[in-house]
């Protein structure tokens, strides 16, 4: 008999404990991602490598949640077909409890690349997702602008010429029409914005710049952006 009711009362715990499980809930939500391009500043160019890109994701249910949290990605432009991952494993589990916020290392050599992203700009849809464990969650929204730099110096060499190129000094710029000219931006490898010159210029001085790669952007008077691939090789 006493056997009997210790099973009972067992089998009236385990129901109590699923019914309290089932009636909390994990929902993971975006707060921002960091160290990642978006408008307005940044741009992300075709191929570019981001080594630390930070996602910043709360847990707004009212359940802890233990599990490992992948991340992925699509542009609306192109939709599901172009699915991307920033994070994903596997990896170490993460513990949020109801209310509590964790930075999320993204894939330490994630690049832009034009099966995921359109040229020009990009509506970008990210969400996180249990990938052990459940949750249900929120979707970020965010916008980056995608520069193609593959073939851009044979399409468009007659409209915007710079040279010497590879450069250790004063750069020449020449516009096919100067009219349509509404600014030059110079980029480094990471997409961080260096200086902006407006429609006059002619000539830019590399000397005081470090050896590398740089990718000069140019805008016209209709929006269109122009982005031109640059080797400083130093003195």
């Keep these: 008999m006493k056997r009997l009711f210790a099973l009972i ?12 499980n089932s009636s909390g809930q994990v929902h993971l939500h975006i707060v921002r991602i960091d160290s990642f391009p978006q408008l307005p500043g940044d741009t992300a160019f075709e191929g570019q490598v981001y080594s630390h890109i930070e996602i910043v994701v709360t ?30 494993g596997p990896l170490p589990p993460v513990l949020l409890q109801p209310g509590d916020t964790v930075p999320l290392h993204a894939n330490p050599n994630y690049s832009f690349r034009a099966m ?21 969650f929120d979707t970020y929204q965010t ?13 468009h060499q ?13 750069l020449h710029l020449s516009f096919a029409d100067i009219t349509k000219v509404e600014q030059v931006r110079i980029y480094d490898v990471y997409g961080e914005e260096l200086n902006r010159y407006n429609k006059t210029v002619r000539s830019i001085n590399f000397s005081n710049y470090r050896k590398g790669i740089y990718f000069l952007e140019l805008t ?6 122009l982005v031109k691939k640059l080797l400083v090789t130093g003195n």
Excluded: C, K, M
């Excluded at 847990?59 to 990605?73: E, K, R």
């Excluded at 916008?143 to 399409?155: N, P, Q, S």
């Design 9 to 20: 009362a067992i089998t009236i715990f385990l129901l109590l404990s699923s019914s309290i």
């Design 59 to 88: 847990n707004t249910g009212n359940t802890s949640f233990f599990g490992d949290i992948h991340v992925a990605l699509y542009s609306q432009n192109i939709g599901l077909s172009g699915l991307d991952t920033l994070r994903d």
């Design 116 to 136: 995921h992203y359109a040229a020009g700009d990009n509506i970008i849809v990210v969400w996180p997702y249990a990938a052990s464990g459940s949750a249900n």
């Design 143 to 155: 916008h980056v602008y995608f520069a193609l730099t593959v073939g851009i110096e044979d399409l």
């Design 158 to 170: 007659t409209s915007f010429v710079i040279y010497p190129n590879p450069v250790s000094g004063i």
């Design 220 to 225: 016209d008077t209709d929006g269109n952006r």
